[in-house]
């Protein structure tokens, strides 16, 4: 499955790693990750991590990223990660390398580099290259297998997702024998300050249903977002699943307003939701999506959609 992509690597001096932009856990536990086991099997060979830094996943040991020079990128290998389409990548110089590959597990919207593969069989990016590692026999460091297990963690919900599988627990338990700190990592996951908590409970009173139907929203105007000390991307992604298990709501989407545009983070537990994400230009999985809308109302439209996914199912 990842012959060609090992035969790349050993072809290129330099190997520079791009990911999404806003990182999750999978896109910069996957980054980190491949960037160990080229560094741990292919001494010699200069690897980069790049793209724009995150608060949420600080913690993490290897987050930050390197600032390199375009002329870094003439005759070297750079991989993409964790992106569904070239719009969402962070640092668009991969373009520029002498070859590309992506590394994906969200459903196919577009061809953009080189070498392609994408299965969305995978629960996360992460469980993708502990795989490559896992069946090419590769030697992987604490450090690399502690950043694979943070974005496997992370895209399951925990390992409860129904993404999750026999291989998923596999590939965990492949990890967990290289010397992960789950205790470490769950800590720094899901463990609150009292201004963060605080911050959750006023999102909670925000929620809404949309028609009294099955499907909940939260919407944060600009002004809103402007008033509170965190950034954009902690409130879209980050108080989107405060709606998840409650009773009764089978789909949920939080909606958060920047510049001229509507962050749209769409969840369900029971709907395949992705064609409607699809549609505002966005895409992921079929039970977790993103996309952009112009404003409130084309956010109330796309409600709309998803309350008639709940009367035709």
């Known amino acids: 499955m990842f012959e060609k992509i090992l035969d790349e690597i050993k072809n290129y001096n330099t190997v520079i790693i791009h990911r999404h932009a806003y990182p999750d856990g999978d896109a910069l536990g996957s980054q980190i990750g491949l960037s160990e086991i080229i560094k741990g099997n292919y001494p010699g060979k200069k690897v980069y991590t790049v793209g724009d830094a995150t608060k949420r996943y600080a913690?993490?040991?290897?987050?930050?990223?390197?600032?390199?020079?375009?002329?870094?990128y003439d005759g070297a290998l750079a991989f993409v990660l964790d992106s569904a389409e070239e719009q969402l990548v962070s640092d668009k110089r991969f373009k520029s390398?002498?070859?590309?590959?992506?590394?994906?597990?969200?459903?196919y919207c577009e061809t953009f580099t080189d070498i392609e593969l994408v299965d969305t069989g995978f629960e996360s990016c992460c469980g993708m290259i502990t795989e490559l590692c896992r069946e090419s026999g590769l030697l992987l460091s604490q450090k690399g297998a502690n950043a694979l297990?943070?974005?496997?963690v992370t895209d399951t919900g925990r390992f409860r997702y129904d993404c999750t599988n026999a291989r998923t627990f596999a590939l965990a338990s492949y990890l967990n024998e290289r010397g992960v700190d789950s205790n470490s990592i769950y800590s720094e996951l899901y463990s609150s300050d009292l201004q963060s908590v605080l911050l959750r409970a006023e999102f909670t009173k925000k929620i809404k249903l949309y028609e009294n139907s099955p499907v909940a929203y939260i919407y944060t105007t600009r002004e809103e977002l402007e008033k509170l000390n965190t950034d954009p991307f902690s409130v879209s992604r980050g108080m989107v699943g405060l709606m998840?298990?409650?009773?009764?709501?089978?789909?949920?989407?939080?909606?958060?307003?920047?510049?001229?545009?509507?962050?749209?983070?769409?969840?369900?537990s029971k709907y395949n939701i992705n064609p409607v994400a699809v549609k505002y230009g966005g895409g992921g999985h079929q039970k977790a999506s993103g996309a952009d809308v112009a404003d409130f109302t084309q956010a109330m439209e796309m409600l709309s959609e998803l309350k008639k996914l709940t009367e035709n199912t």
């Open 97 to 107: 390398a002498g070859k590309t590959i992506r590394i994906d597990h969200h459903i």
């Open 244 to 268: 998840a298990d409650i009773k009764g709501i089978d789909i949920w989407v939080n909606f958060t307003e920047v510049k001229d545009k509507v962050w749209c983070e769409l969840r369900s």
């Open 59 to 72: 913690f993490m040991d290897g987050a930050v990223m390197d600032e390199i020079p375009d002329e870094y």
């Open 149 to 152: 297990f943070t974005g496997m």
